[in-house]
């Protein structure tokens, strides 16, 4: 099984080009899915790629 590549909530937004807040706001409305770990949110890659290819072109 390959490894699960996992960023945090800063690394996350920065990938994605947007603010922390609104990965927050994207996560609670169910656009994007976070997963809690320790009492931190993290976001697999797979996730982040899926919502990106999912956004229309800039």
């Not at 947007?18 to 931190?40: N, Y």
């Amino acid at each position: 099984m390959p490894e699960r590549v996992r960023y945090s909530k800063a690394d996350a937004a920065y990938m994605l080009s947007m603010s922390v807040r609104t990965l927050d706001r994207l996560r609670r409305s169910g656009k994007i899915v976070g997963r809690r770990d320790g009492g931190r949110i993290y976001f697999d890659r797979t996730e982040l790629e899926s919502y990106s290819r999912s956004c229309p072109p800039e």
